[in-house]
């Protein structure tokens, strides 16, 4: 019997993406609060990195029209443990007006997770979490607190926390059994859960920790983004893309795709859009070799 593989063998999960209203108003946020650090601005764009995470945050600007993203389309960091969530909460309610927060929510502790959320001005959604419960309730070490060396608090002086990785983004699906036959079969993504008792619904790369979060919701609960908001898998070559594409067209109605683009020339590299059954947008890319891999590990 032959083995089934997936459409792409990809290289990484290298970029998320997100629309904000002003950069000037969103970066001091990302930088200031979350310790990413700006790698490159370019006209109405601009690249982010946390120093302990691989992947990159391309953040877009969109102007006064972009509307506020909601909260199962989020991304999140992770600090080490549940004390600093309570001072991140208490730092950024105290600095609520000064940063042009729309939004600071405590969130009730979920299967070990302990969190909370904010609203930069752009419109996205933020949540600074800890693990330090699931650590003790058995979820490994170097999976609760992914990072090599941990940075100081000199990194954000007076805030009483420190965001040590960029952990996930989050996504809405709708039949979470469909999703994932797509996330395996047509991206070749891992799907893993870090608490035993939920099903396995974080989409990630198998060489990396960081991940995506597909949380099933009701159709009629269902948000509809636009391409600005989408993650990017690599591929290894060219070649490799274009084969990708021709079997995404060739196999479209199998995974349910609602929109395959055309390859496209980008800054970074080629690459060509689609959006998967649940109307969440993807991009397949062949970076070049400035841009190339999944970053490290950490």
Request: aromatic fraction near 8%; glycine fraction near 6%.
């Amino acid at each position: 019997m032959t083995l089934q593989t997936s459409i792409i063998k990809p290289t990484g999960l290298v970029h998320g993406h997100t629309e904000v209203r002003f950069l000037n108003d969103t970066l001091p946020v990302l930088t200031q609060v979350l310790a990413l650090e700006l790698v490159e601005r370019r006209g109405h764009e601009a690249v982010l990195k946390h120093p302990n995470t691989g992947w990159k945050l391309i953040v877009h600007e969109g102007g006064a029209e972009v509307k506020d993203k909601p909260e199962r389309n989020h991304y999140g960091v992770r600090v080490s443990n549940n004390e600093e969530v309570d001072h991140a909460y208490q730092y950024l309610l105290a600095h609520k007006e000064e940063l042009k927060l729309t939004k600071v929510v405590k969130r009730k502790e979920r299967a070990g997770s302990y969190s909370m959320f904010f609203v930069e001005p752009g419109g996205t959604y933020w949540e600074i979490e800890s693990y330090e419960n699931r650590h003790q309730a058995g979820l490994p070490e170097h999976i609760a607190y992914p990072w090599k060396q941990k940075l100081s608090k000199e990194k954000l002086p007076g805030c009483g926390y420190i965001p040590q990785a960029m952990t996930h983004g989050t996504m809405e699906c709708t039949n979470l059994a469909a999703s994932i036959k797509f996330y395996k079969k047509g991206l070749g993504l891992d799907v893993i859960t870090h608490v035993p008792t939920i099903e396995p619904h974080d989409v990630k790369h198998p060489s990396t920790p960081w991940y995506v979060v597909s949380l099933e919701v009701p159709v009629k609960n269902k948000h509809f983004l636009t391409p600005l908001q989408r993650y990017t898998v690599a591929v290894e070559s060219p070649a490799a893309l274009v084969e990708a594409h021709r079997e995404f067209a060739e196999r479209r109605a199998e995974f349910g795709l609602t929109t395959l683009e055309e390859i496209k020339e980008t800054a970074d590299g080629e690459s060509f859009l689609l959006s998967d059954l649940d109307h969440n947008w993807w991009e397949i890319a062949a970076l070049n070799h400035l841009s190339r891999g999944s970053g490290n590990p950490s």
